[in-house]
């Protein structure tokens, strides 16, 4: 990937803070390769693995973004799940989910059980910022991607097929309708 983007033309990054050696002989660069070779052997998720590679390659070439910032980034990718992912995905094609009207209901109703999980992945994304609640309302938000997920979806390039896309959107329709039929029956 960073030889074709050099046959593309493309410089790599310039800033020669990344490739200075610290008083320990290494580099931001060696020490960012180094982490995301360790995240890619102890990863066990076969579908994540080429967003490693994808990850550094990109760093490689963006002058704006600090070796601790990359650090969190990578840090933060390895410990998402493949749906978790899925779902930053969704929400970075522009879409929101409504955890707020979810929340109540999610306890109540027996048919919202097996989304529960699904309900916890979105919240596990916003607790750590990769979602934000651009309303700034206290509780459970609603949620939309927010800057440091744009940037892990830039970097990593994330991106989903139609049809997990379409699998992440059905089950926001699902929940939605459940709990719009729990709200009409009270």
Partial sequence: ??????NNGEQPRRDD??????EYDQSSAEK??????????QEFEAK????YGNFYANIC???????EVANSIIGQ??????QQVKILAYLNTGKT??????????YIDDRLAPYYMFFSDCLHLYSIRLASNPTMKLGVPEIHISHSGKLMCKLLEIVMTEQELREIES???YIEKIVEGLKTTK
């Fill in 17 to 22: 803070e990344f490739y200075l050696r610290d």
């Fill in 61 to 67: 070439f963006e002058n704006n973004v600090s070796y």
């Fill in 171 to 173: 089950q926001v329709i």
């Fill in 32 to 41: 960012l390769l180094e982490e995301t070779l360790l995240k890619t052997k």
């Fill in 97 to 106: 989910i409504p955890l707020d009207k979810w929340e109540k209901e999610m």
């Fill in 48 to 51: 994540k693995l080429h967003y």
């Fill in 77 to 82: 990718f390895s410990s998402l799940s493949h």
């Fill in 1 to 6: 990937k960073v030889a074709q983007r050099l």
